[in-house]
């Protein structure tokens, strides 16, 4: 049976318009009405005192001479100490068992201590048709994707393991360094942008917000592919540019809590086949459509963009296509859709600009372990990462793995049980 349609919970919002550095882009603009909200409670405490471990009523003092007490020896001898004869030998105490380490932006085991110290490096990749397969965004621990100018970009952010190689490298945009800032000091990777929005890049940089490492400061780590045309064919490798980066960035703190082994999800949380998420276009029309269908057997919400599989095509490490490994769709373990007001940037008020550092935040829909969990992002600075919370207050926890954060200003739709079951069958 048709399950009914869940929720539309996300209105339009936001504005295009271009400040790419490459005209393919397209341009043009226009501003939306703001997204709508969804009330949901805000953390609080439970206002209960602690109370102190061990606290005992103070006993009162014996009397000797008391009525009653002259039978007792008011010096009796001591009881034998541990060790002395016929005292048991203390047993010691069992510490606490201390939590595995964790990767900080997949929740799984860390396999390789020595990578924690490092920062997180983020590589901008382009959606559109031209540019797609990519090439290694299945390795990244989390993909965010916002509005460009008619359609998206992906920000691949690595931390646990690289990609040997990544592509196609595409431009920057105003709202790149606010989103940054949520992985402490990344490295950033770019294949430029107009001057503006190069100034906005340097001051976020001067703020600690990131490190830079565009295309032309490192021309021998970035190549171009001759399979594609410019200026989707510019690749790299995450090894060449985090070796390229100093030692004193700031390596990522997690930013979202994840389930332990076997722990249940909240009661709140709702069955759901998938989700639709539609991100608006510069004229306020439909720019792109993202798809993910929960699929159980690999644990995955798989994605489609545009009515297609969305998947990720291997390259050997020179760039080249390499055909004997298939095309492997993109199936994070978890996606986050957080309604975002879109602005004009200052750089070019033509260009669409996520508003991702706000204290009033917006409404969050959480989809993860085949499940919904709706609640409200905050985050009151750039040096605080998005705080998300369901409806109780409570950190949302996530399941363990890649995580796809969507920034979509538009309409989310949860799917109806058929539709989700057609797109998987039809892959």
Known sequence: MVAPLLVAALAAAGCGGSNASDPADGAGGTSAAPPASESTSTPTGDGAPDTPDGATAE???????????????????ASPMPGEDGAPDPVPATPDPQPAPTE??????????????RPALAIKVGTSSVGRPQTGINQ????????????????????????????PVRSARSSDPDILANFGQPIYGHSGANPGVLREISQGQADGKLYELRWDNLPTDYWRVRDR???WNLYTTTAAIWDAAPGRLEAPAPLFEYRRPGESLPPSAQPVPGVEV?????????????????????GGWARWQDGTPHVDMARHTDGTPNPDIAPVQVAPA????????????????????????DPNGGVALVFTAGH???????????????????????????????????????????????FAENLLKKR
Do not use: C, K
């Open 278 to 298: 539609r991100y608006l276009s510069s004229s306020g029309g439909l720019g792109l459509l993202a798809q993910f269908a929960w699929d159980g057997e690999s």
């Open 59 to 77: 006993p009162s003092e014996r009397d000797p001479d008391a009525a009653g007490s002259g039978s007792a020896d008011p010096d009796p001898p």
């Open 104 to 117: 900080p932006l997949t929740g799984e085991p860390l396999d390789n201590p020595s990578i924690m110290n």
């Open 140 to 167: 990244a621990d989390m993909l965010i994707e916002a509005r460009v100018e008619g359609i998206t970009r992906l920000m691949a952010v690595f931390h646990s393991q690289g990609a040997e190689p990544l592509g």
């Open 372 to 418: 919904l969990i709706r609640g409200q992002w905050t985050r009151p600075s750039a040096g605080q990462p998005w705080q998300v919370a369901d409806g109780d207050g409570n950190p949302v926890r996530l399941t363990p793995g890649q995580t796809f954060i969507a920034l979509p200003g538009g309409d989310v739709l949860v799917m109806v049980e058929d």
């Open 229 to 231: 045309v410019p200026p």
């Open 334 to 357: 978890n996606v986050v859709v957080l309604q975002t007001r879109y602005t004009g940037s200052a750089a070019d008020p033509r260009s669409p600009e996520a508003i991702t550092v």
